[in-house]
Nanobody, 125 residues
Framework: QVHLVESGGGPEQAGGSLRLSCAASGAISTHSMGWFRQAPGKEREGVAA???????NYADSVQGRFTISKDNSKNTLYLQMNSLSSEDTAVYYC????????????????????WGQGTQVTVSS
């Protein structure tokens, strides 16, 4: 089981951009990978995910603004976040799954284990 460590979070102004990284301790080429977030007082939700074949799925709230990518040679998952708003403020987690997950279910949290410790993103307006 890989160990995941997120980085790249921090404060940002509304309209700005951040890129999150998730470094894995081992190979992730055969893993489905996802980004999830939890805002204060809210349940954790799926943000973006990528299947082993590269297909992606995005939450409606981030479609067109966020881009998920994976560099298998570096065992690293990324989330490029553009046009940030205060509603994007949350702790962002990456997660991995050795299961083959169909695209419509990529944002379902139940299929993922392990999880990283999270990185805080705070967007001020």
């Amino acid at each position: 089981q890989v160990h995941l460590v997120e980085s790249g979070g921090g404060p940002e102004q509304a309209g700005g951009s951040l890129r999150l990284s998730c470094a894995a301790s081992g190979a992730i080429s055969t893993h489905s990978m996802g980004w999830f977030r939890q805002a204060p007082g809210k349940e954790r939700e799926g943000v973006a995910a990528i299947a082993t074949d590269g297909q992606t799925n995005y939450a409606d709230s981030v479609q067109g603004r966020f881009t998920i990518s994976k560099d298998n040679s570096k065992n690293t998952l990324y989330l490029q976040m553009n046009s940030l708003s205060s509603e994007d403020t949350a702790v962002y987690y990456c997660a991995a799954s050795q299961l083959w997950i169909v695209v419509p279910l990529l944002l379902s949290q139940n299929s993922y284990n392990p999880w990283g410790q999270g990185t805080q993103v705070t967007v001020s307006s």
